[in-house]
């Protein structure tokens, strides 16, 4: 994720739906510019929780960035309330959570509330483009349950750490035993790679 | 993972329209934004300094009322001041208000408010707003220096 996109690959943003929020309006103005300069050519611009769900209702949006301040609310509420919403394809969207004063225990919140990603400020240009390259790239899928609904949480798929057992109930261990059954026969291995119609 | 989670794929509409032709490389988007939001430098330092004023105002009225609520929106002035301070690399400022953020924060959380360290935070930020690119290293630190010192004797904890 860290890793830094080819300058030279190309990004097209101009065809894109961006919701942009933040609830101080010279902030906001400053993350329009940004994606301004990024392409987007008219994101739509929020300062409070009820123009966020508005746009949300209103037409589909490929991306979210939200700041955890808005006018009347946090972004939390905002980003907890979309995934939750039922509005296909907008509750699925990616979206970035801006935060400013971040206490570690703001970072889970936004990612508890379904954020795709939380970007501490400043936020450079440079950072933000790399987390839209990523987000491109982004191949998790969605969870829904009681208490979490949101991308999945897991985003590297490496396994347990060495020498731990795995809590998933689908871990498997790295060390291989002892064959409980027999060795196939031959012709039941070529059986495999001949796949025959069956009368059922 | 309760047995009720639900874990489907999504459709990843961004990539789709990110990458269909045309659009920019990165270098040179990355390039654009930077020009474009360097351009609101003199609206973004015009809007620090009335925040900082406006904190000023707040700051009082709350040391008179005793209300705890002023805490939430000088948090609130503070948190958008470190925002803006930090996006134009004026790196004393946006420590002065995050300082005030963890003072704030800190005090609206129940403990007892200790008025002259927030008159100090509110008092600094608004002369390196004031100052802006011309605060200079020396005496943003000699700013600086006084308000980590306070902040560590009103916070020793977080220290």
Same mark, same amino acid.
């Given at each position: 994720?860290?890793?830094?996109?080819?300058?030279?690959?190309?990004?097209?943003?101009?065809?894109?739906?961006?919701?942009?929020?933040?609830?101080?309006?010279?902030?906001?103005?400053?993350?329009?510019?940004?994606?301004?300069?990024?392409?987007?050519?008219?994101?739509?611009?929020?300062?409070?929780?009820?123009?966020?769900?508005?746009?949300?209702?209103?037409?589909?949006?490929?991306?979210?960035?939200?700041?955890?301040?808005?006018?009347?609310?946090?972004?939390?509420?905002?980003?907890?309330?979309?995934?939750?919403?039922?509005?296909?394809?907008?509750?699925?969207?990616?979206?970035?959570?801006?935060?400013?004063?971040?206490?570690?225990?703001?970072?889970?919140?936004?990612?508890?509330?379904?954020?795709?990603?939380?970007?501490?400020?400043?936020?450079?240009?440079?950072?933000?483009?790399?987390?839209?390259?990523?987000?491109?790239?982004?191949?998790?899928?969605?969870?829904?349950?009681?208490?979490?609904?949101?991308?999945?949480?897991?985003?590297?798929?490496?396994?347990?750490?060495?020498?731990?057992?795995?809590?998933?109930?689908?871990?498997?261990?790295?060390?291989?035993?002892?064959?409980?059954?027999?060795?196939?026969?031959?012709?039941?291995?070529?059986?495999?790679?001949?796949?025959?119609?069956?009368?059922? | 993972?309760?047995?009720?989670?639900?874990?489907?794929?999504?459709?990843?509409?961004?990539?789709?329209?990110?990458?269909?032709?045309?659009? !920019?490389?990165?270098?040179?988007?990355?390039?654009?934004?930077?020009?474009?939001?360097?351009?609101?430098?003199?609206?973004?330092?015009?809007?620090?300094?009335?925040?900082? *004023?406006?904190?000023?105002?707040?700051?009082? *009225?709350? !040391?008179?009322?005793?209300?705890?609520?002023?805490?939430?929106?000088?948090?609130?002035?503070?948190?958008?001041?470190?925002?803006?301070?930090?996006? %134009?690399?004026?790196?004393?400022?946006? *420590?002065?208000? %995050?300082?005030?953020?963890?003072?704030?924060?800190? %005090?609206?959380?129940?403990?007892?408010?200790?008025?002259?360290?927030?008159?100090?935070?509110?008092?600094?930020? !608004?002369?390196?707003?004031?100052?802006?690119?011309?605060?200079?290293?020396?005496?943003?630190?000699?700013?600086?220096?006084?308000?980590?010192?306070?902040?560590?004797?009103?916070?020793?904890?977080?220290?």
């Amino acid at each position: 994720m860290s890793q830094a996109p080819n300058k030279n690959d190309r990004v097209n943003l101009s065809q894109a739906e961006v919701l942009l929020a933040c609830g101080d309006l010279q902030g906001l103005n400053i993350m329009c510019e940004m994606f301004a300069g990024f392409g987007v050519h008219t994101p739509r611009r929020c300062q409070t929780l009820a123009e966020c769900k508005t746009v949300a209702q209103d037409r589909a949006i490929n991306l979210i960035v939200i700041d955890s301040a808005l006018a009347d609310a946090e972004g939390y509420e905002f980003i907890s309330w979309l995934r939750r919403a039922e509005l296909d394809p907008n509750s699925f969207a990616p979206v970035i959570l801006v935060t400013g004063h971040t206490k570690p225990s703001q970072v889970f919140r936004g990612r508890d509330a379904g954020a795709s990603f939380v970007v501490a400020k400043p936020a450079a240009p440079m950072v933000m483009m790399q987390r839209i390259v990523w987000l491109m790239n982004d191949q998790r899928k969605f969870v829904s349950s009681p208490g979490y609904c949101g991308p999945d949480r897991r985003v590297k798929a490496l396994g347990p750490p060495v020498g731990m057992k795995g809590r998933r109930h689908d871990d498997l261990s790295a060390d291989v035993g002892i064959a409980k059954t027999p060795n196939l026969e031959q012709d039941e291995i070529d059986a495999l790679f001949n796949p025959k119609a069956v009368a059922l | 993972m309760t047995s009720n989670a639900r874990i489907f794929a999504v459709e990843n509409k961004l990539a789709q329209i990110t990458r269909e032709p045309g659009g !920019r490389t990165i270098e040179n988007a990355v390039r654009a934004a930077e020009t474009r939001v360097e351009s609101t430098r003199g609206a973004s330092i015009v809007s620090l300094v009335e925040k900082a *004023e406006q904190m000023t105002l707040l700051a009082a *009225e709350g !040391r008179a009322s005793g209300d705890v609520a002023a805490f939430d929106a000088i948090y609130d002035l503070s948190n958008a001041i470190f925002g803006i301070a930090g996006s %134009f690399g004026l790196k004393a400022l946006a *420590e002065a208000a %995050f300082s005030l953020c963890d003072l704030t924060d800190w %005090f609206r959380g129940g403990e007892p408010a200790n008025w002259p360290a927030i008159d100090v935070h509110v008092d600094g930020i !608004r002369l390196l707003a004031t100052l802006g690119d011309k605060a200079g290293a020396a005496g943003a630190d000699s700013i600086l220096d006084g308000l980590r010192r306070v902040r560590a004797r009103v916070l020793p904890a977080a220290t």
